[in-house]
């Protein structure tokens, strides 16, 4: 078998950038998947929150919980909890952008007879509890005035009204108006049969075992049922992406696997008008009415077990948020696994030294927000066009000499 181009891993970045390469350019195109077990995109709760991610908001808060006890046991440091940090300039935009995208992909991708991923319009309230909320929330607001057209405030009565259900001890919320939230399920099915009908190849239950190379240029990969020649390879691998990189560089790059545990409610009566996070959790009612409550930041390496400490605090957060949720039952609980990197980049692009090799991975806690953008940016890195961003900071090269 040949192919201009094998993409290896077939998580919202892999199909992404497999829709957007065979719907732009005329190479062929093989993506090749094997579902590992906490693979991250079937894992994640669909939010498309650049605001709210690129402050930190996606964190969830188990990880603000467990930084504030260790300063806590630390007398020289203040007992205040730990909020997660901002992400630069560059990566709000990075995922500005992407979210813009999202519309007209939604109908473009109707139109053209694929899935409907289910693009809801909702916001993404940060409802405040207590003063300290109220101080986390003013500096968010304060460090992004030129977003200040996408926030809106909520006194207690003004939140109590758009949002009936809330506890009546929330004392405000802080919206971002723009954020919102699709079905990652159907958007992952929705990229993969539309790059299907652009003639992409889609293979699998099938693993990419090694990577073959001369004269410092890749020329195939080598699979379980034999060996694919290829012109290029794309390591769409996510927390696997270093096992593509030892094949190729012979090296690991930084791409950790960070874990998130969640905890999903049987259908319900819509008790939210929009996505909601807290000092606790996140919380999203999905089309169907089911409510995704996440979601822990762990470094366990593969481990995607389901522990009972951090799914309860979950639950006890999401339930003094919403009381309502007592009336509902857990469906499922799972664990993923984020593609961490050590500043929460993504890794995009060329290596030097190597030809016929790109990275697509790294994407942590917002691959599914920023898979159109990374598909369009890889698509122009292909065709030699202009990529939509500046991609010098999403390169390999910036850990040069760090890691
Ligand atoms: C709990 C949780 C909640 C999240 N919530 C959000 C959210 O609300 N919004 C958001 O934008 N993001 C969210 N994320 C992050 C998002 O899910 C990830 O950034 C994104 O899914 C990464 O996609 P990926 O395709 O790189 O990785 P994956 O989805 O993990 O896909 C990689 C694929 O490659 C396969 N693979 C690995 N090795 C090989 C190999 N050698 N050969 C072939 N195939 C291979 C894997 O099995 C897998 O199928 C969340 C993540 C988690 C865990």
Redesign the pocket.
């Known amino acids: 078998m040949s192919y201009d181009i094998v993409i ?8 992404a950038v497999a829709y957007y390469l065979a719907k732009n350019t005329d190479f062929s195109i093989a993506l ?5 077990s ?12 650049p605001i709210g ?1 690129s402050v930190g908001l ?1 964190c ?1 808060v188990i990880f603000f919980k467990t930084l504030s006890k260790k300063l806590s046991e630390n007398p020289d440091q203040d007992d205040v909890p730990q909020r997660p940090h901002q992400l630069p300039r560059f990566f709000f935009d990075f995922c500005l952008k992407s979210n813009e995208m999202f519309p007209a992909l939604w109908s473009e991708l109707r139109e053209s007879g694929s899935v409907d991923f289910k693009l809801e319009k909702t916001g993404l309230k940060f409802i405040m509890f207590d003063d300290h909320d109220r101080v986390y929330a003013q500096q968010i607001a304060d460090s992004i005035p030129h977003l200040s057209s996408q926030l809106r405030w909520y006194d207690q009565k003004q939140l109590r009204e758009d949002e009936p259900f809330v506890s009546d001890e929330a004392i405000g919320a802080l919206e971002f108006t723009r954020d919102d ?1 699709l079905n ?1 399920y159907l958007l ?1 099915r929705a990229y993969r049969e539309a790059a299907r009908h652009e003639g992409a190849v889609i293979i699998q239950n ?4 090694g990577v073959n190379i001369s004269a410092g240029k890749v020329h195939s990969v080598e ?1 379980v049922s034999g060996k694919i020649n290829c012109d290029l390879l794309i390591n ?6 270093s ?2 990189t030892k094949m190729v560089l012979g090296r690991e790059i930084p791409v950790a696997p ?5 905890v999903l409610s049987e259908k319900m009566p819509k008790i939210m008008r929009s996505c909601v996070s807290t000092s606790d959790c ?1 919380i ?1 009612q999905k089309d169907n009415g089911e409510i995704y409550i ?3 930041t762990e470094e366990k390496g593969y481990d995607t077990t389901c522990t009972f400490d951090e799914l309860s605090a979950l639950s006890s957060g999401a339930v003094r948020c919403f009381p309502r949720l007592r009336e509902s039952s857990i469906k499922r609980t ?6 961490g990197t050590p500043d929460e980049i993504p890794i995009l692009g060329p290596v030097s030294g190597i030809d016929g090799y790109l990275n ?12 159109a953008i990374t598909g369009e940016i890889l698509h122009c890195m292909v065709a030699g066009k202009e990529p939509p961003v500046d991609v010098k900071p999403f390169l390999l090269s910036r850990f040069d000499g760090i890691h």
Do not use: M
Request: glycine fraction near 20%; charge should be positive.
């Open positions: 290896a891993g077939g998580g919202v970045i892999g199909t090749i998947d094997i579902k590992k906490g693979n991250a995109s079937r894992a994640s709760a669909g939010g498309l929150w991610e996606g969830g939230q990652p992952i099938t693993e990419v075992t699979t769409a691998a996510g927390a696997w992406a096992d593509i960070i874990k998130g545990q969640v996140y999203a996440g979601s822990t799972w664990a993923g696994l984020r593609p697509a991975c790294g994407h942590f806690r917002t691959g599914i927000l920023t898979s």
